[in-house]
């Protein structure tokens, strides 16, 4: 993106105007402001408030990032990932420099809610895929900046901070994390990114801040913003791919996994989840990563396969080995190939995606034991992961017939989806009392719905 600076004012709003045949004075009624105010607008004498730009958009039948091309001259690139601009150019400075842009956005108050309005993109995805599949990688993770002299110590800090975040996103979602997690890669990551450091530095530094930028887009997954999300995501593999490190590349494709299953893309999720696969596999990646990308690859198998419903023996055959499999690879214990992030992935974690895999075909019984077993593992330390597997057991309980028993399990979510900073909490037991129709005019599903909604006002 880039700002134009060929013409005084703001021509793009008065060609906008003049496309549609207004008057100065017809633009100005029709938003709601003075004639005088619409012209210092388009002399660029005035700043245009949100609550304008908005109305513009709607007077005007535009998207709100139209909007903010007109009023603040920007030259956006044509591509469906914007702002990640060039997605699959290789080399280092490509790659700092479209983080760069887009941490500096997010710290921008004038521009934050630009990226707000930003939609997940599946078209993206696969231009990400095809760059880390097919792009070679940098031919040097070596830079000669004007900044000071960056070592592994520096790297290190790094993923300290992103530990210590991830523990705060665990206990207390990510609306309290997110914003001091964007300071630190715009305040902290940048300047090392702009530093000097030899290869094998450069390497590792690419790796952390591939890591934190997972962290970016995993707190704003978490807050249903996923437009950014993807951004992030996206930045984040391509550190990866920079770093040439296919095992980061993995962890940062089963999250973006994650996404894709919560908003209802099964297809890409299982796409996601088999490159996955394929990264880990290059890695030479140890068990226990391994276990993590099998059990994901079972649940957007069975996903799109949904072999409870559809009866197709065979994706659930292949659902059944892959549990297995992942059962198999977790068993075998940690290993020193271990990376830090597969720490926390405990054999809870494992049990409650394989009952989200049990749960499609149609083993509702062994859904709902691998709900409750993760509740029991969580709900001391994990608050957010116990929430959502109470929701997971009362989906089970409902798929078995049993509402009484779904609707205790699901009641027992509501305090944390009140407490805990989670877009994505509240979602879940909304998603449930919305599944709850075929029930709905019972009296135990309306007393649930009037506890839900009056707990989530107070």
Not at 199 to 208: C, F, P, Q, R, S
Not at 212 to 220: D, I, L
Not at 406 to 413: E, G
């Amino acid at each position: 993106m880039e700002v134009r600076g060929q013409e005084a004012g703001r021509p793009e709003l008065v060609r906008a105007r003049r496309r549609r045949g207004l008057s100065q004075e017809a633009a100005a009624e029709a938003v709601g402001v003075s004639p005088t105010t619409w012209a210092r607008w388009e002399r660029g004498e005035q700043g245009v408030r949100a609550r304008h730009r908005a109305r513009m958009a709607a007077v005007f039948g535009v998207e709100a990032i139209e909007v903010e091309r007109w009023v603040e001259g920007w030259a956006f690139v044509e591509t469906p990932s914007w702002p990640l601009v060039d997605c699959g150019g290789g080399s280092l400075a490509a790659t700092v420099k479209s983080a760069d842009l887009l941490w500096r956005f997010e710290m921008d108050p004038s521009r934050r809610h630009l990226l707000a309005t930003l939609p997940f993109v599946p078209a993206a995805l696969g231009e990400w895929l095809s760059s880390w599949t097919y792009d070679t990688p940098a031919a040097t993770t070596a830079h000669a900046g004007s900044g000071r002299a960056v070592g592994m110590a520096d790297v290190q800090r790094i993923n300290e901070a992103r530990q210590a975040f991830s523990q705060m996103d665990h206990q207390f979602g990510a609306g309290l994390v997110r914003p001091v997690v964007l300071r630190y890669l715009n305040s902290n990551v940048t300047p090392l990114l702009h530093g000097r450091y030899d290869d094998k530095v450069g390497a590792e530094l690419m790796t952390a801040a591939a890591g934190m930028s997972r962290m970016a887009g995993w707190t704003a997954f978490d807050m249903s913003i996923h437009g950014q999300a993807q951004q992030h995501f996206g930045q984040a593999l391509r550190f990866a791919k920079a770093a040439d490190d296919p095992l980061t590349a993995a962890w940062i494709l089963t999250a973006m996994t994650r996404q894709a299953i919560h908003i209802d893309q099964p297809l890409w999720a299982l796409r996601l989840s088999r490159s996955a696969v394929d990264a880990a596999r290059q890695a030479h990646a140890s068990p226990r990563v391994m276990a993590l990308m099998a059990v994901r690859e079972a649940w957007t198998t069975a996903l799109n396969a949904k072999p409870g419903e559809s009866g197709d023996k065979h994706g659930a055959k292949q659902v059944e080995r892959l549990l297995s499999e992942a059962e198999r690879a977790y068993e075998q214990g940690p290993s020193n190939r271990d990376p830090a992030w597969i720490a926390s992935y405990e054999i809870a974690e494992l049990g409650s995606e394989a009952g989200q895999s049990w749960g499609l075909l149609g083993e509702h019984q062994r859904a709902a034991a691998c709900a409750e077993g993760a509740v029991n593992a969580f709900q001391d330390r994990l608050p957010r992961s116990a929430q959502f597997n109470r929701v997971h057991a009362a989906d089970a309980y409902l798929s078995m017939g049993e509402l009484d028993q779904a609707l205790d399990s699901a009641r027992a979510a509501i305090p944390m989806a009140k407490t805990l900073s989670s877009a994505r909490s509240v979602e879940f037991v909304q998603a449930f009392a919305d599944r709850l129709e075929p029930y709905g005019t019972t009296v135990a599903v309306r007393e649930f719905r009037d506890h839900l909604r009056s707990e989530l006002a107070a």
